[in-house]
């Protein structure tokens, strides 16, 4: 079923999840403060749009609480997703799913009601143990 995502934050991680819903079929709206990233993924996204994400009057504007589930993904400056993870909880998004940097970022975005926080690092590291794991499994 084809479902509204948007993706606040374009750099690899949050383009590559912009590109891989895109490809699955889903409405993207992607959006970045830096216009050259916008234009980069203009072609795999329904909408690319250049706004900043603290900004709550563009965030209105572009329907966001229209879109089951928002994914945060601005990385490594920690207040703006702060501020636009609790600007999107407080328009009444359902789902806001937010990449956290630190442990003091996991802990303030759970305070604030993120529905998600995703350490890519950490959850990578994870899976990929258990990968090397099953191939020392299938090797004996
Ligand atoms: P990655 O590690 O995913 O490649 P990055 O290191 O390039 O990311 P980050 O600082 O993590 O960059 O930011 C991710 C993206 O978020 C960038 O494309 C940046 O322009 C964007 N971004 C930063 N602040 C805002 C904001 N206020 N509104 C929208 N986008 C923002």
């Given at each position: 079923?084809r479902?509204?995502?948007?993706?606040?934050?374009?750099?690899?991680f949050?383009?590559?999840i912009?590109?891989?819903l895109?490809?699955?079929?889903?409405?993207?709206?992607?959006?970045?403060?830096?216009?050259?990233r916008?234009?980069?993924?203009?072609?795999?996204a329904?909408?690319a749009?250049?706004?900043?994400?603290?900004?709550e009057?563009?965030?209105k504007?572009?329907?966001i609480r229209?879109?089951?589930?928002?994914?945060?993904?601005?990385?490594?400056?920690?207040?703006?997703?702060?501020?636009?993870?609790?600007?999107?909880?407080?328009?009444?998004?359902?789902?806001?799913?937010?990449?956290?940097h630190?442990?003091?970022?996991?802990?303030?975005?759970?305070s604030?009601?993120a529905?998600?926080?995703?350490?890519?690092?950490?959850?990578m590291?994870?899976?990929?143990?258990?990968?090397l794991?099953s191939?020392?499994v299938?090797?004996y």
């Amino acid at each position: 079923m084809r479902k509204q995502y948007a993706v606040i934050g374009l750099g690899r991680f949050g383009s590559s999840i912009c590109k891989e819903l895109y490809q699955l079929g889903h409405d993207v709206l992607a959006i970045d403060i830096n216009k050259e990233r916008v234009i980069n993924i203009e072609k795999y996204a329904t909408y690319a749009v250049n706004a900043d994400g603290t900004d709550e009057d563009a965030l209105k504007s572009l329907g966001i609480r229209n879109f089951e589930k928002v994914i945060v993904t601005i990385g490594a400056n920690i207040q703006p997703s702060i501020l636009c993870t609790l600007i999107l909880k407080e328009l009444g998004v359902k789902e806001v799913w937010v990449k956290a940097h630190d442990q003091k970022h996991v802990r303030i975005l759970e305070s604030i009601g993120a529905d998600r926080i995703i350490q890519p690092e950490y959850e990578m590291g994870i899976r990929i143990a258990h990968q090397l794991d099953s191939s020392r499994v299938i090797e004996y």
